[in-house]
């Protein structure tokens, strides 16, 4: 699909000043597409915005192409036809906020991480003075949403005693808080960015806290050395120049930590 809009973002215009100016070496020219594998339903990883493809993932794969000389193409799908997207040829790499797992490098070879994120609990405005101390969490009584099958799960699990409720999204969490039902909803790192970030949840608050360490990468399929040392190349070069940073930073809200 088209993704000119993307080039006409101020903040990707920055970027590859940064790769013009900064870069010093060259990937070997390739006219074929690299073609980038996504779902737009991981804000601010992948969405859309006003129709357009948005976010952190889209401008890296525009910067990665633009530095080993490639068009890119992206096509996106449904979160779980990725992999098999890419078993089967129909893309060259997964990028979309995918965290490297032993079950999935079973199936994959990811690149280098990009981004370090975890779970995060979301509270309460009115609760900050009671449950933003690093503590609160664990004390007795605590009453905890998660959604079921996920690593915040396993967390409360494993390092608390409080009560579980489930919610199989994030808006059925969100109003449970609202409603006093729940103390804390533990969720990924970017359902906190996306609060913190939106005024709908003014009356909730985004703990920078990680609870847990996942690692996100991109993925090819296995044993495609080639396009994978390319990508780690590019990617370390990205870091080098301080593109990667300033695309994350764009996307990624200030954390602010509050401490026992």
């Given at each position: ?6 080039l ?21 020219a390739?006219?074929?597409?690299l ?14 915005n ?9 401008m ?5 192409g ?21 078993e ?12 490297i ?11 280098d ?9 979301i509270?309460?405005m009115?609760d900050?003075a009671s ?12 009453i ?17 005693t ?22 804390y ?14 005024q ?8 920078y ?11 090819v399929?296995?044993?495609?050395k080639?396009?994978?040392?390319q990508?780690n ?14 695309i ?8 602010v930590?509050?401490?026992?």
């Amino acid at each position: 699909m088209k993704i000119i809009n993307l080039l006409r973002n101020k903040l990707f215009g920055n970027v590859l000043l940064v790769l013009a100016s900064l870069f010093s070496f060259h990937l070997h020219a390739d006219n074929s597409l690299l073609v980038v594998g996504l779902n737009p339903e991981y804000k601010p990883l992948a969405f859309k915005n006003n129709g357009q493809l948005d976010g952190i993932e889209p401008m890296m794969a525009m910067a990665v192409g633009e530095l080993m000389m490639r068009k890119v193409e992206i096509r996106e799908m449904a979160w779980d036809e990725l992999i098999p997207a890419l078993e089967s040829g129909k893309i060259d790499v997964i990028m979309s906020g995918m965290s490297i797992t032993e079950g999935r490098k079973q199936r994959v070879d990811f690149s280098d991480p990009y981004l370090e994120i975890g779970q995060m609990a979301i509270i309460r405005m009115a609760d900050i003075a009671s449950l933003s101390r690093p503590s609160a969490i664990t004390q007795p009584g605590r009453i905890i949403g998660v959604e079921p099958g996920t690593t915040g799960e396993s967390y409360v699990k494993e390092m608390t005693t409080a009560t579980i409720k489930y919610y199989d999204n994030p808006p059925l969490a969100f109003a449970a808080l609202r409603a006093g039902e729940i103390n804390y909803y533990i969720h990924d790192a970017p359902t906190s960015w996306k609060i913190a970030q939106s005024q709908e949840y003014h009356d909730l608050m985004p703990l920078y806290r990680s609870l847990t360490r996942e690692h996100l990468a991109w993925a090819v399929k296995k044993g495609n050395k080639v396009l994978l040392d390319q990508l780690n190349l590019a990617l370390s070069e990205l870091t080098r120049n301080g593109s990667v940073s300033l695309i994350q930073n764009h996307w990624i809200p200030v954390k602010v930590e509050i401490k026992d």
